[in-house]
């Protein structure tokens, strides 16, 4: 069972910046699993931000391109997603997520992932 911990979560200014953390346990198989960045505005379906999967594949949605970078530090066990220029359109409850084993290209799929975080609120107003 995998288990995910997101932090880093605050209110900024639009144009800001904040780098969310998740601290991943379980031992997932990061070869073939895909880890992901969800956020859910209110009154808003939960929607994919960013997904990478082993350390050189990612994938953006178009929304977040040139401003989100998502990242992985295999040896603490981290997932982080950098996120700068920050819009209040960004503001939401920001999710990190797995997949199980099986995929070879990252996902930005909601039914896709397995295992969630439990959110961190992410505010960007002024």
């Known amino acids: 069972q995998v288990r995910l911990v997101e932090s880093g979560g605050d209110s900024v200014r639009p144009g800001g910046s904040l780098t969310l953390s998740c601290a991943v346990s379980?031992?997932?198989?990061?070869?073939?699993?895909?880890m992901g960045w969800f956020r859910q505005a209110p009154g808003k379906e939960r929607e994919g931000v960013a997904a990478?999967?082993?350390?050189?594949?990612?994938r953006y949605a178009d929304s977040v391109k040139g401003r989100f970078t998502i990242s992985k530090d295999n040896t603490k066990n981290y997932l982080y997603l950098q996120m700068n220029n920050l819009k209040p359109e960004d503001t939401g409850i920001y999710y990190c997520a797995a997949t199980a084993t099986g995929f070879l290209t990252p996902t930005l799929v909601l039914r896709a992932y397995k295992s969630w975080g439990q959110g961190t609120q992410v505010t960007v107003s002024s």
């Open positions: 990478i999967i082993r350390d050189d594949n990612s």
């Open positions: 379980g031992d997932p198989d990061s070869s073939s699993s895909s």
